[in-house]
């Protein structure tokens, strides 16, 4: 624990050294693309219905305590959305309100997990995965992503399943590439825990991470994991969808057909007993119910998308097209490592990609004004010279 937060999560590390800096040397010499909080506004529903809550309902029912897995009629209607959205039945029961997905996340992997117990996830991931699984007693299993393409290694994933193996933590579109995983390679995961499950005795579960969902481009779907593979936890956030980060809101919702559903979700109110977990903001849960289906204007993300995409490959970098989210993996010159503290240097935060257990590449964030991004192409230009980068078609 004192390890953990001694050092901090460095995302969050980099955005503070931004901010500190930008009060000594002015902010507009600063290109801060380290955190992913959205940049654009909420749906203008989110502060209409804010509003409307504050001034129609008493306040001691906007403020009281709720109950754990969430207000009745917010389930209800959560279960709804997300059955008529996804083709795939869920009733009130089955649906657990959030502190967002990492809530939902932590929650789950404490309350599936013994000590001894193996939890997977493919490289690159969300450091957070690490934090949530060892605290839990368990060790998580890095699995690599095929290189050109960031889809997962169905030969690596298929050596690492064991009958220690609890479950398979899976973020799509992945934060810190943006890639979102193909269906085929989804009926390959799904079939081979189904093989594994019934080889060992136990189930395998799927823990779908899928904050980004709705942060989508070029018409690319995203398959649902529950309809492939039913014992599946699927784990979601209206951080980025609504851009409401700040209120700590999403939900996990675990169908009748998941293999000892009943018992996995006793464990997971046993777990957040143990986190001292009480509920989501009884407000917020009103607010983002009443919102259903309405999402922040993503456009501006896919103008920013292009912009930083054909600027640094155009400069010679080489990238990741993201399919969703809001981040850009950008390849280090010649993987060499010093490149983002050099970028910090020159005014630009990037998170190193061994962070995200990935090296030799770089998360960029470009959850930002258009202009930021503009305004930082010199820095990259001056990279670019000094790193020896020029222009060439390499990219992914």
Not at 105 to 122: K, Q, R, S, W, Y
Request: aromatic residues 10%.
């Amino acid at each position: 624990m004192v390890e953990w937060g001694a050092h901090g999560n460095t995302i969050r590390v980099i955005s503070e050294y931004a901010d500190d800096l930008a009060k000594k040397i002015g902010s507009e010499n600063i290109y801060n693309f380290s955190i992913g909080n959205p940049s654009v506004d909420p749906p203008k529903e989110v502060n209409e219905t804010i509003q409307r809550l504050i001034t129609t309902l008493p306040p001691v029912k906007l403020h009281s305590y709720t109950p754990a897995p969430g207000l009745p009629e917010v389930r209800e209607k959560m279960a709804a959305f997300v059955s008529e959205s996804y083709g795939k039945h869920y009733d009130a029961d089955d649906i657990f309100m959030t502190a967002g997905a990492c809530g939902a996340l932590a929650v789950v992997i404490h309350a599936i997990n013994c000590p001894g117990d193996e939890v997977i996830t493919f490289t690159p991931y969300f450091s957070e995965y690490r934090v949530f699984a060892e605290s839990a007693g368990a060790t998580l299993i890095e699995v690599p992503s095929r290189p050109e393409d960031l889809q997962p290694d169905m030969d690596a994933l298929r050596k690492s399943v064991n009958e220690k193996t609890s479950s398979i933590v899976i973020n799509s579109p992945n934060n810190p590439s943006g890639v979102v995983i193909k269906e085929e390679y989804v009926k390959a995961i799904a079939e081979l825990l189904k093989e594994k499950s019934s080889e060992y005795g136990h189930p395998i579960y799927i823990i779908a991470d899928e904050p980004y969902r709705d942060l989508i481009y070029d018409g690319i779907e995203v398959p649902f994991f529950p309809n492939y593979y039913p014992d599946t936890i699927y784990c979601y956030s209206f951080s980025k969808s609504m851009s409401i980060p700040g209120e700590r809101v999403g939900l996990l919702a675990i169908a009748k057909d998941c293999t000892n559903r009943e018992t996995v979700m006793h464990a997971i109110a046993g777990a957040t007993r143990a986190f001292g977990y009480l509920n989501v903001s009884g407000l917020f849960q009103l607010v983002v119910t009443a919102c259903l289906g309405k999402t922040s204007d993503n456009t501006q993300y896919i103008v920013n998308r292009d912009f930083i995409y054909n600027s640094l490959t155009e400069l010679g970098y080489t990238c990741i097209r993201p399919d969703g989210a809001f981040y850009l993996f950008l390849k280090l010159p010649d993987g060499r490592e010093d490149f983002c503290r050099r970028a910090m240097e020159l005014g630009v935060m990037l998170v190193p990609g061994k962070d995200f257990s990935y090296p030799g590449f770089a998360r960029l964030a470009y959850c930002v004004p258009l202009e930021r991004l503009q305004g930082s192409i010199h820095v990259f230009k001056q990279l670019a010279d000094e790193y020896g980068v020029s222009p060439k078609d390499n990219n992914l």
